[in-house]
């Protein structure tokens, strides 16, 4: 059975300081990691996924199958960053279905 | 392209009455997810459907719910005889081809049952 843990509900930082929201998950086979993002008052949307391993608006995340984490990190947090993140498993054959995490609500102060 | 489109966007049903929430997917997308979100919890799947198909619906409660996505017209999922326990926000995801990263989501219906 696919499972995804965000320990954290909210993440309460200051404007400039580093992020890291944690994503862990169990899965027996081989998973496509990815993280949602939604802003308040709108739609939830793909931030970035582990294949591609890109940097979207500064943050990044690994997959690290030995820790079986995919945390999302961003080195200096600015105030628009202030969402709710979920982190999500897919498995990468068969069934494409994600499943989510609960969500951390990350808090940029000025 | 309008993305996917969800309505209505707040719904309010009294217990015992019925909720039919609508979800058009993204032109072009052939593929609708159903996720319930439940305060303090994340998105539950519930379930996924292709054209006049339901693909699986091991998310969807046995009783009361169903969902349906015909060859015309948007994808609807129903709530028969709701309780308090079904007030949620019910969100929609469609995709091309069923990758889970092709994924897009609407903007939700909060449904309120008093």
């Known amino acids: 059975a696919q499972r995804v843990t965000q320990p954290e509900k909210l993440l309460s930082v200051f404007k400039g300081a580093p992020v890291e929201l944690k994503c862990n998950y169990s899965y027996s086979g081989s998973p496509e990691l990815f993280w949602y993002v939604q802003y308040s008052r709108q739609r939830l949307q793909l931030l970035l996924r582990?294949?591609s391993r890109e940097s979207i608006k500064g943050f990044t995340a690994d997959l690290n199958k030995g820790e079986t984490s995919f945390h999302l990190k961003k080195p200096f947090a600015q105030e628009e960053d202030s969402a709710m993140y979920y982190c999500a498993l897919s498995s990468s054959g068969g069934s494409y279905i994600p499943t989510f995490g609960r969500g951390t609500s990350l808090i940029v102060h000025p | 392209n309008a993305g996917v489109m969800q309505n209505p966007r707040h719904l309010v049903r009294r217990r015992g009455q019925e909720a039919r929430l609508r979800c058009s997917p993204m032109k072009g997308h052939s593929h609708v997810y159903w996720y319930r979100q439940l305060p303090e919890e994340g998105l539950k799947f519930m379930v996924y459907l292709q054209k006049e198909n339901i693909i699986d619906e091991s998310g969807m409660p046995k009783e009361r719910f169903s969902a349906e996505f015909p060859k015309e017209g948007p994808s609807i999922l129903r709530i028969q005889q709701v309780v308090r326990g079904d007030s949620a926000a019910y969100f929609c995801?469609?995709?091309?081809?069923?990758?889970?990263?092709?994924?897009?989501f609407g903007s939700g219906t909060r449904l309120t049952v008093v």
């Open positions: 995801a469609s995709s091309y081809s069923g990758e889970g990263y092709g994924y897009t």
């Open positions: 582990h294949i």
